[in-house]
């Protein structure tokens, strides 16, 4: 059975850091494209970033290119998000997606999720 557990949120002031992690199981991550998405109350899914594994590539939204870093250590199935110069736009609930998406950033492409951590930025 295929889960994905994330873990790292919380609050942080403005400028602050927090990493996220997704542990993956019942697969292999680095057969899929690993994504990360998020949700703010009364908005849409958006993709904040995802890794391709298998050929290397990253992607990113414009709003977090240069703060957030997308990465996975495959010896532990692990998806990370290091995220930096945090911002109040940033509180959302954040996703860890796993699938074949033919766009990194469309969510109902994605086959597996995770329950979300909660990150709140504050001013």
């Known amino acids: 059975q295929v889960r994905l557990v994330e873990s790292g949120g919380g609050s942080v002031q403005a400028g602050g850091s927090l990493r996220l992690s997704c542990a993956a199981s019942?697969?292999?991550?680095?057969?899929?494209?690993m994504g990360w998405f998020r949700q703010a109350p009364g908005a849409e899914r958006e993709g904040v970033a995802a890794?391709?594994?298998?050929?290397?590539?990253?992607y990113y939204a414009d709003s977090v290119k240069g703060r957030f870093t997308i990465s996975q250590d495959n010896a532990k199935n692990t998806l990370y998000l290091q995220m930096n110069s945090l911002n109040p736009e940033d509180t959302a609930m954040y996703y860890c997606?796993?699938?074949?998406?033919?766009?990194?950033?469309?969510?109902?492409?994605?086959?597996?999720w995770g329950q979300g951590t909660q990150v709140t930025v504050s001013s």
């Open positions: 019942g697969y292999t991550a680095s057969n899929y494209c």
């Open positions: 997606a796993a699938g074949t998406p033919v766009r990194w950033d469309r969510h109902n492409e994605y086959n597996y």
């Open positions: 890794m391709f594994t298998a050929v290397g590539s990253t």
